[in-house]
């Protein structure tokens, strides 16, 4: 990020500090077929927390990731490690009453303690550190929400207290603070728990696409033809690669936020902060090799909604401008996030019908804790049959107070399947650095021009469930409204639940060429 005179700009790719400040992971691709006791797809915080849990208790595992793990939704968190999740705990004794209320506080704060114990067990030099948490506002709409929600969660046994002030600096009407939280550095974490898995049996296989599963008995089939034979498998791709019966793209709809990096001329105060309205402010420090680094974020939306999008990065400038003297804005990054209807997420069986085959998915936008909380779940699971927190996390829940919010999403994911097919844009001249939709005989087609001028064309429909996609300027990309998939200008996977690239596109980056028209 470059500061000129006051100004910030926003031209050059985002970086997450996690991916920044870590070394390079080198596992490799799956070669030959293997046979495993669990295979786990995804190398995000869940799949790898998952299979170390399992190999801890003695399994043969395999973690097959499409990347190179932790760069995904994991390498682009704020890292907060916390039981603290917005105001939910009296919502969820409200909707589902308080016994699966109780479930949920338990699993995430289990999830604190075990993420600490292994940190201290296995000397992982990680940067955690305990740090209280708090919602707070200052609109006297959210008081009694926030009064009700230290109540609440201090009944479940959440060490939970109502504040009138906090260590920031403005004033604030209430707030609710949790002791005994954390923070720390996801990648650095991770990656000593990767350490932990590859031998004795067990692997982790960097750039292998898994693009189908097999039942009866379990297989993970992957796009370079080799397959993985396994008693048990585990989806934790973010978003579900496979469905299963289990109509999740109709059940999880995805929302981007996002951070700013930056240094202030003041001390950051003990804590992590977060406001209870809209637009969201979230907050955070980190301590790194030159001094310290605070996290702003918020600033959510529905992804493929929206334009300008860079404007997020601007209006997260401007909060920590008026509040905090801002020396330096050093990185920027976005996340996307899979939300449930109502709140919480899905680990368990993908369906009743399916005995073998888990999901872990749906984390909102708190997934070092749940991730965390669904990997111990689906640990037991697998090597017990029960966890005292699976009824709570069930997929295959589903109540009626959802309905509304169900139908909702599924409308929208309509409307931008229809708008998409039907809208018939002008062409267009498009300038370097800019992207628009044109029509070449007959059909629409993406384009985008690069900075040197030259133009990539693409088939803008995802190739996930036919939604159209939408451009995203302050990430370069195509982004997918209904289900959350990216794509790079050149039709390559940035994201999933797609896996299969856009007409042009290849299967990475670095190894496809691309279709490109001078």
């Not at 786990?40 to 801890?56: D, E, N, R, Y």
């Not at 209870?276 to 959510?300: D, F």
Request: charged share 20%; net charge negative.
């Amino acid at each position: 990020m470059i500061n000129i005179n006051g100004y910030i700009d926003f031209s050059d790719r985002p970086n997450s500090y996690w991916i920044s400040s870590t070394e390079e992971t080198f596992f490799p691709r799956l070669k030959e077929d293997v046979a495993v006791d669990v295979a786990i797809i995804g190398g995000g915080i869940t799949g790898i927390s998952t299979a170390f849990m399992l190999k801890q208790k003695g399994l043969k595992v395999a973690v097959v990731e499409a990347d190179q793990i932790s760069k995904g939704t994991t390498g682009h968190t704020t890292a907060k490690i916390t039981s603290q999740h917005s105001l939910i705990y009296a919502h969820l004794k409200n909707s589902i009453g308080e016994e699966l209320a109780r479930q949920y506080a338990q699993a995430n704060e289990s999830a604190i303690h075990y993420i600490a114990s292994i940190v201290k067990e296995h000397n992982i030099e990680c940067d955690f550190v305990w740090r209280p948490a708090y919602v707070y506002t200052q609109s006297n709409q959210y008081i009694k929400d926030i009064e009700d929600e230290a109540r609440v969660a201090y009944d479940l046994g959440i060490n939970a207290r109502c504040e009138e002030d906090i260590p920031l600096p403005f004033s604030i009407k209430r707030a609710v603070c949790f002791e005994r939280q954390a923070q720390f550095h996801p990648l650095k974490y991770l990656n000593g728990l990767a350490r932990k898995i590859a031998g004795q049996g067990s692997h982790i296989f960097e750039g292998t696409v898994a693009i189908d599963i097999e039942k009866n008995p379990p297989v993970v089939v992957t796009r370079q033809g080799h397959r993985i034979m396994a008693d048990k498998i585990v989806i934790a791709s973010h978003y579900p690669f496979f469905d299963g019966g289990g109509l999740y793209f109709s059940r999880i709809y995805t929302e981007k936020s996002y951070v700013l990096g930056i240094t202030m001329k003041e001390e950051f105060p003990e804590g992590m902060f977060i406001n209870a309205e809209e637009p969201t402010r979230s907050l955070r420090s980190q301590t790194t090799s030159a001094g310290e680094l605070v996290l702003v974020g918020g600033e959510n939306h529905k992804t493929g909604d929206g334009r300008d999008l860079n404007q997020h990065y601007r209006n997260l400038l401007d909060f920590a401008e008026q509040n905090f003297e801002v020396d330096k804005v050093l990185y920027r990054w976005s996340t996307q996030d899979c939300m449930t209807i109502d709140g919480v997420p899905y680990a368990g069986n993908i369906t009743p019908r399916n005995p073998d085959i888990y999901v872990a998915t749906g984390f909102g936008k708190w997934g070092m804790t749940n991730s965390t909380a669904v990997s111990m779940i689906i640990s037991d699971l697998i090597t017990t049959g029960d966890s005292p927190w699976a009824s709570v996390y069930n997929p295959s829940r589903f109540k009626l107070g959802s309905v509304k919010n169900f139908a909702v999403q599924n409308l929208d994911v309509a409307k931008e399947f229809v708008t998409g097919k039907l809208e018939r844009p002008d062409d267009i001249d498009i300038a370097p650095g800019e992207a628009g939709t044109v029509y070449m005989q007959g059909q629409k087609m993406g384009a985008y021009r690069d900075k040197e001028g030259e133009l990539y064309l693409i088939d803008i429909t995802c190739t996930h469930l036919g939604c159209e996609l939408k451009w995203n300027e302050a990430e370069t990309s195509w982004d997918c409204p209904c289900h959350g998939s990216r794509f790079s200008p050149d039709g390559l996977i940035i994201e999933g639940p797609a896996f299969i690239p856009l007409s042009g596109g290849g299967e990475c980056s670095n190894q496809v060429e691309a279709r490109i028209f001078s």
